[in-house]
C-alpha cells in the first residue's frame, strides 16, 4: 500500500501543469469502505470476523498560492503544488468474535484463595460465547494534499493528516454463551459448584453486562492518494465544475480505542477471556483500516 501512495505521488507530478485551470477552492464528498478493529484477542482460541467498515465525509479544500512576477512586477496569484481541507464525516465500524472451541480444564484450572480464606483450584468452562460490537464515530479531518487538481486533465494527488473522531453511538453490541464455574478443595478432596456465595454457578454471559470504558475522543493519523478525473465536456471545450476522485486510503487511531480493563470483578483475574466485559476490547485496543475511497470534487 505504501509503495503504491508514492507512485500516485510521482503520477500527481508527472500529469499536473500550470497551464492548465487548476482548482483553487472546492467541496469534496468523499465515500469509503475498508476498516478493522485491531484487538488483543487469542488467536488460538478465538475467531474474529471482520466486517466492512463505512465511511462518509464532505470536505473543503483550498490550494495555496503565490504570487508570480512579470517584468519585475507582481502581476497575478497562482496555485501551488500545494493544498489544506478540513471536513466533517461519520464512520462506522462492526466486529464481531466467537469461541473456537469451550476452554478445557487444563486452560481454566487457577490457583485461588476463596472467600472463606481456603485454597482451591478454580474451574470455569465457557460455552458458545459470542461478541458483537457496532461503533458509530463522527470525524473531523484536517489535512494537507500534494497535487495540482485539473479541471481539464487527469492529474494525481496525495495527501496526509489527522482526525479527530467523537463516538456517537455504540449500539447493536451484543454478547451471548454461558459459563460454569466450580471450586476444587485438595485438602477435603471434594470439588464444589452451584455455591452462588463462593462464585460457584452457571451464568449467561448477558449477566455481565458491563462494558470497557470505550474512549469518545479517538485521535488518527490519516494517508491517501489517487487520481482525480475532471468531466470534461470535449466537444464544448469546457471545463469541469465536477470531478472524480478515486483513491487509496490509510487510516490509524494513534490513541486506543478503549481505557484500561477492570479486573476487579473477576473470579480469575489474567485470563484470556473476561467475564464482565466484552473481550474485544482490551487495553490498547485500535482500529486500523485500509480502503479504496470515491469522490466528487465541485469546483467553487
Not at 68 to 83: A, N, Q
Request: charged letters at 25%.
Amino acid at each position: 500500500m505504501k509503495k503504491i501512495l508514492i507512485i500516485l505521488c510521482l503520477v500527481s507530478m508527472a500529469t499536473a501543469y500550470s497551464q492548465d485551470r487548476i482548482l483553487s477552492k472546492a467541496l469534496v464528498l468523499n465515500a469509503g469502505i475498508g476498516g478493522n478493529i485491531n484487538t488483543p484477542l487469542n488467536k488460538n482460541i478465538w475467531e474474529k470476523k471482520m466486517k466492512p467498515e463505512i465511511n462518509f465525509s464532505l470536505d473543503f479544500r483550498s490550494q495555496f498560492k503565490k504570487n508570480e512576477m512579470e517584468d519585475g512586477y507582481y502581476r497575478f496569484r497562482v496555485p501551488t503544488w500545494w493544498g489544506i481541507g478540513v471536513g466533517i464525516g461519520i464512520s462506522h465500524y462492526r466486529n464481531s468474535s466467537s469461541l473456537k472451541d469451550s476452554i478445557d480444564n487444563a486452560d481454566t484450572l487457577t490457583r485461588y484463595i476463596d472467600k472463606d480464606k481456603d485454597f482451591c483450584k478454580i474451574n470455569i468452562q465457557y460455552n458458545d460465547v459470542k461478541e458483537s460490537v457496532s461503533l458509530t464515530y463522527l470525524d473531523i479531518p484536517l489535512y494537507i494534499e500534494f497535487g495540482k487538481p485539473s479541471m481539464k486533465k487527469v492529474s494525481g494527488f496525495c495527501k496526509a493528516g489527522i482526525k479527530t473522531s467523537f463516538l456517537i453511538s455504540k449500539k447493536n453490541t451484543t454478547r451471548s454463551g454461558t459459563y460454569t464455574s466450580s471450586g476444587f478443595y485438595p485438602e477435603w478432596n471434594v470439588t464444589l459448584d452451584d455455591v452462588e456465595v463462593l462464585g460457584y454457578y452457571e451464568k449467561k454471559l448477558e449477566e455481565f453486562n458491563e462494558l470497557d470504558k470505550i474512549s469518545k475522543f479517538v485521535l488518527w493519523g490519516v494517508i491517501s492518494g489517487g487520481v482525480n478525473i475532471p468531466l470534461y465536456d470535449y466537444h464544448k471545450d469546457k471545463f469541469a465544475r465536477w470531478i472524480l476522485r478515486v483513491s487509496a486510503q490509510i487510516d490509524g487511531t494513534i490513541t486506543p480505542i478503549s481505557t484500561k480493563r477492570d479486573d476487579s470483578k473477576e473470579i480469575i483475574k489474567g485470563k484470556q477471556l473476561y467475564l464482565n466485559q466484552i473481550n474485544m476490547f482490551g487495553d490498547g485496543s485500535r482500529i486500523f483500516s485500509c480502503g479504496l475511497s470515491i469522490g466528487l470534487i465541485y469546483c467553487l
